[in-house]
């Protein structure tokens, strides 16, 4: 169901999705469901769409390498062990289910009724998962394990459907570890570098056959997709530095509310 009524530039276009892209790849309500329900409720189509992913992408990529710059630099001195071990281990987990799904997820769910469950399914981690109070939440990124990494890699997974948060997945995936609130959201954030640096490259990859096919975008999108992807990229910073000082459990539930609002949304005008 389209609600778009007044043909938008592509600069225009863009700017929006930029800023969707940027405030919703950090914030635990799903950015793959938002730029789906964009793209469904406001008609944005048209070529150049995998240009459009790569840009956006990319954008939140420098955001969050920016916003992380200190901790990957601590990540190459010694006593970083447990902290490796999240990474890799989650990263191979994602990794492996994301390619071998990936072709299943974009024929089957890329549509608005899937991104309303997938945001019912963000809602019911966010409000019946993620634990209450901090009792218990003790652990730091140190103590990681390879278990640790196999169980947030799993719930990271999840993000791979339209619809469901991989930020807000792999939070409460760290709370339910046991891990303290600044930590849980230290790993989300950095756990997205490779993951999201990942499909930057494989759409990239894509982008070039396409290209090489005669099926590329237009060349005048250039400047469009520039602003797009600094868009994406301010915006996500905001909002890593929003949410890295408000992941209390009363927030956590206060997104639990808006995505189970906008998932059911998304399935009734489906």
């Not at 169901?1 to 592509?10: D, G, N, V, W």
């Not at 492996?96 to 981690?125: H, P, R």
């Not at 019946?128 to 003790?138: H, Y």
Request: aromatic share 6%; hydrophobic share 55%.
């Amino acid at each position: 169901m389209t609600f778009a009524f007044l043909a938008m530039s592509a600069l225009a276009s863009l700017l929006i999705l930029g800023a969707v892209q940027g405030a919703t790849e950090f914030l635990p309500v799903s950015s793959s469901g938002h730029l789906v329900l964009c793209r469904e409720w406001l008609g944005f189509e048209g070529d150049g769409s995998l240009d459009r992913e790569i840009a956006l992408h990319l954008g939140t990529l420098v955001a969050v390498i920016v916003f992380c710059y200190d901790d990957i630099l601590n990540m190459l001195r010694k006593g970083s062990g447990g902290l490796w071990r999240l990474m890799i281990g989650s990263t191979v987990v994602t990794a492996a289910l994301g390619l071998t799904l990936k072709d299943t997820i974009e024929s089957n769910l890329n549509n608005a009724f899937s991104a309303g469950l997938g945001l019912l399914i963000t809602s019911a981690m966010l409000l019946l998962l993620a634990p209450k109070d901090d009792e218990g939440q003790t652990r730091d990124l140190s103590s990681g394990t390879v278990l640790d990494a196999l169980m947030l890699g799993l719930f990271q997974s999840l993000a791979l459907m339209p619809g469901v948060s991989r930020a807000g997945s792999t939070i409460v995936a760290a709370l339910l570890l046991g891990f303290h609130r600044p930590h849980a959201v230290r790993i989300a954030f950095l756990m997205s570098i490779p993951v999201v640096g990942g499909a930057v490259l494989l759409q990239g990859l894509e982008s070039t056959e396409a290209a090489g096919a005669g099926l590329g975008g237009d060349a005048g999108l250039d400047a469009s997709l520039a602003a797009g992807t600094v868009m994406a990229g301010v915006v996500g910073l905001v909002c890593l530095k929003f949410i890295s000082a408000r992941v209390d459990a009363a927030n956590l539930r206060r997104f639990g509310m808006y995505t189970l609002v906008l998932g059911v949304a998304a399935i009734a005008t489906s």
